[in-house]
C-alpha cells in the first residue's frame, strides 16, 4: 500500500499563490507518478496534473496548465503543486494520487485524503 498525505490548503484571495505539497510512504517503489485531482462543490473530480519519478507531465484543462506548475522531489517522495493567479472556480478539495505502473492519468490507485482550496473574490 502506498499513503499520501497533502499539506498546504487553505483560503487565498482571489490573483494569489498556494503551494500544495504531497507525502508518499509505504511501497512508493509501486508507483510511477504521482499526480494532483480537485472536487469543486457539486462537481465531478478533475484532473489536475500528473507526474512521473522521470519527470514526464501531463495537465488537465488549458487553464490550470496556465497558471500551474507540478514537481516533484524524488529523494523526498514529494510532489508539488504550485498554484497562481489563483481564482474563485479554483476552490475545491485537492486530492494527491499516485498511480501503479500502466495506470493511465485519470485513474489513479491510490488517493490521499484531499486539502481545502479556497479563494475568495
Known amino acids: 500500500q502506498v499513503q499520501l498525505v497533502e499539506y498546504g490548503g487553505g483560503l487565498v484571495q482571489a490573483g494569489g499563490s498556494l503551494r500544495l505539497s504531497c507525502v508518499a510512504s509505504?511501497?512508493?517503489?509501486?508507483?510511477?507518478?504521482m499526480g494532483w485531482f480537485r472536487q469543486a462543490p457539486g462537481k465531478e473530480r478533475e484532473f489536475v496534473a500528473r507526474?512521473?519519478?522521470?519527470?514526464?507531465?501531463?495537465y488537465g484543462a488549458a487553464s490550470v496548465k496556465e497558471r500551474f506548475t507540478i514537481s516533484r522531489d524524488n529523494a523526498k517522495n514529494t510532489v508539488y503543486l504550485q498554484m497562481n493567479s489563483l481564482k474563485p472556480e479554483d476552490t475545491a478539495v485537492y486530492y494527491c494520487?499516485?498511480?501503479?505502473?500502466?495506470?493511465?492519468?485519470?485513474?489513479?490507485?491510490?488517493w490521499g485524503k484531499g486539502t481545502l482550496v479556497t479563494v475568495s473574490s
Open positions: 494520487a499516485a498511480y501503479g505502473y500502466g495506470s493511465s492519468w485519470s485513474k489513479a490507485d491510490y
Open positions: 507526474i512521473t519519478w522521470s519527470g514526464r507531465i501531463t
Open positions: 509505504g511501497r512508493t517503489s509501486s508507483t510511477y507518478a
